[in-house]
């Protein structure tokens, strides 16, 4: 099996990060007209480090909590 990174080992040192994580809970987040803009998902590893992850189009921007 391949290495991976943890959640709490995240920081800016890089960019590109290996993550074997669950996703425990995921809502979207609309215009008013209906279409979607972005996806938050609670991200959860195997030390049971929780992350909020907020994936918008077209990239996906990662916030620690």
Not at 13 to 38: A, D, E, H, P, Q
Not at 41 to 51: A, W
Request: charged share 25%; glycine share 4%; with cysteine.
């Amino acid at each position: 099996m391949e290495a991976h990174d943890h959640i709490a080992a995240l920081d800016d040192s890089k960019t590109s990060w290996n993550l074997k994580v669950r996703v425990t809970r995921i809502w979207v987040k609309c215009y008013r007209s209906g279409s979607v803009f972005r996806y938050n998902m609670i991200l959860l590893d195997c030390l049971k480090t929780c992350n909020l992850c907020i994936k918008y189009k077209p990239g996906m921007v990662l916030e620690k909590s």
